[in-house]
């Protein structure tokens, strides 16, 4: 089996990157798939369906245009990393981690011990909480080798 693995959350940091190095440097036999994680882009997303006045409507219909890829990748996941930075704030992670929840996905979070009491929430949903990418590399090969 292929494990099918969401990364969701933070962009400004190499998580991502660590965490596909690690699996790949494993053979762990999983694929990754994630968000739009061009911010700019992500932002236009929905540009192309005409100019908008007001702020508010350019995110809303970027946001539904994201969503059509998030909504789809999320609900076909074996399982999710919802990684949570400290200097931004993440509500889309934290959605993300709200709507895994529902669908009874299972996700880890990965965020610093710093921000424990606000997103206590969120990682009583999930099934483990990690500090580090490599933390996570590891869950992953436990959980798709049994080692």
């Given at each position: 089996?292929i ?13 991502r ?25 992500s ?12 702020p508010?409507w350019?995110d ?8 059509i890829?998030?909504?789809?990748l ?10 949570f ?6 509500w889309?992670a ?6 895994l ?28 909480w990690a500090?580090?990418?490599e ?10 080798q049994?080692?």
């Amino acid at each position: 089996m292929i494990w099918t693995v969401y990364l969701s959350g933070e962009i400004h940091s190499d998580w991502r990157e660590r965490i596909e190095a690690g699996c790949q440097a494993l053979d762990l036999p999983v694929a990754f798939v994630g968000p739009v994680t061009d911010h700019d882009a992500s932002d236009a997303a929905g540009d192309h369906l005409g100019a908008e006045d007001k702020p508010f409507w350019r995110d809303n219909k970027s946001s539904k245009v994201n969503a059509i890829r998030t909504k789809t990748l999320i609900e076909s996941a074996d399982v999710a990393v919802v990684r949570f930075g400290s200097q931004y704030k993440q509500w889309n992670a934290a959605f993300d981690a709200g709507y895994l929840a529902a669908l009874g996905t299972p996700f880890i979070t990965l965020h610093d011990a710093d921000i424990i009491h606000p997103l206590k929430e969120v990682d009583a949903a999930a099934m483990a909480w990690a500090q580090q990418p490599e933390q996570v590399v590891e869950i992953l090969r436990y959980v798709t080798q049994g080692k």
